[in-house]
């Protein structure tokens, strides 16, 4: 695991200065993980400045603020590497965007790629719009979802592909949003909205999976990107991105419809094609259009191909969550009430997972513990005491398996074997070849330094000899 991790923060290093960065600033002094997973937000904010800037005739500032944004985020993304715990794919994820868009700005064609937002000053989630219920109805207004969808030949691919090569993730979806559900639902019941709908998009944005992160650098259960969340009060509380907190991304959800509602007439579907691709460009599209639907030929064929898609997997979803009979598809249930236990003593929700074994779940209860407590990384060692929100039918479960006896001790050696591996997987052995020197070993294998070489092989300086044909140690090298 290491091994791949120190190849992982190479690469954001090696890239970056092959950019011609200047400088790489290391995140504040905090928790490592809550400080790297910081500055993937303030890398946002600082490569949207750079945008304005590019676009308002400041290409010198702007071009300088985006290349920052991106060493940040290289640097930020190798001290995750190195952090235990710390999930890199949010950093690879992040940095694919901007330096996606980065090209894109550059060669003058951003417009099509980036939403401009203003950003709200709060950053945490006091500061979500709360949805008027008075207000959201629309475009529903008493209506059913089901008079809102057209089965036309787009949606009716869709519910093909759902009912085939995609129905394993649909059915994962369910099972997800059955325990996700009280921590979801009540606010779009509150808002007038269907639960349909809320699947729909639950199962097309994540599947279900609470800590998901796209390749453009949307996350959570509902798919935000920062600065879009940003406006709808979803930042960071206390280290934590709420993003991935599932009842205040509904909320925010919630919001970005009742806007889109208003502002495109209650077209649901032009209302999701702007949560997908894009308020402006929807806006424009319809602005110049004397049929303002999203099924309008000349609207429809300006889309990304993703948006296009997008809607009618979306409505498909919805429709099967209203028709599942009709189409031969059975949906898992369970028994979903919530409840919390405390720990009685350290764990982390892998061990939890391992110990609890998989009675009354499909797939085991890994993923519904992590969803169910975002705030937690899943090999982050909680103390005793940690209170955790669980299905009611574990706790019983919990006390016969993971408090004492060979399942917990079970799980607590198989968590040990993954630390060990991780420091199998650092140490390789390298031969040395004729012309070697320790610095062209630590440069050309990825090794922190030609001193961690020497020390590690007994090798004394201030020469480092090596002779042909001798093996070395190398510790946490990235190739």
Sequence with gaps: MMIRLIGVAALFLAVGWGLGF??????????????????????????????????????????????????????????????????????????????????????GAAEEYVELQPELDAETPQAVLQPDVADTTAPFDGRDLIELIDLNSLVRAALHDWLTWMRPSLIDAYEHYLYLRPLMWPTYEAAGLPEALLFGILAKESGGRVHSVSRAGAAGPLQFMAHTGRRFGLGHDDGFDTRFDPTAATRANVAYLREQFAQLDDDLALA????????????????????????????????????????????????????????????????????????????????????????????????TLRNLNPRFEHDQRLPAGTRLAAPAALVGAYRRHCVAGPRRDLAQNLHDSR????????????????GDTLSTIASEQGCPSTRGIAHTNGIAGPRYLIRPGQKLELIGCGS
Excluded at 419 to 434: F, H, P
């Design 22 to 107: 200047t400088a790489v600033v290391t995140p504040a002094k905090e928790e490592p993980i809550d400080g790297a997973y910081r500055v993937v937000d303030t890398v946002a904010a600082r490569y949207q400045t750079g945008v304005d800037e590019i676009r308002t005739g400041q290409p010198a500032a702007g071009r300088d603020n985006i290349e920052r944004a991106i060493a940040d985020l290289a640097a930020a993304g190798a001290v995750c590497a190195e952090t235990s715990g710390c999930e890199v794919q949010r950093f690879m994820a992040a940095y694919h965007n901007l330096l996606t868009l980065r090209s894109d700005v550059l060669a």
């Design 272 to 367: 999701l094609a702007a949560y997908n691709g894009g308020e402006g460009r929807i806006r424009r599209l319809v602005a110049g259009s004397d049929d303002p639907s999203f099924w309008n030929p000349a609207i429809f064929g300006q889309l990304p191909r993703e948006t296009q898609e997008y809607v009618p997997y979306v409505l498909a979803a919805a429709w099967l969550f209203l028709h599942p009979n009709e189409y031969g598809l059975e949906f898992p249930r369970a028994d979903t009430a919530h409840t919390r236990f405390e720990l009685q003593h350290p764990k982390t929700l892998g061990e939890l997972a391992i110990c609890l074994g998989q009675d009354g779940t499909r797939a085991g209860w890994f993923r």
């Design 419 to 434: 630390d060990e591996r991780r420091d199998l997987l650092a140490t390789r052995i390298y031969t040395v070849r004729s």
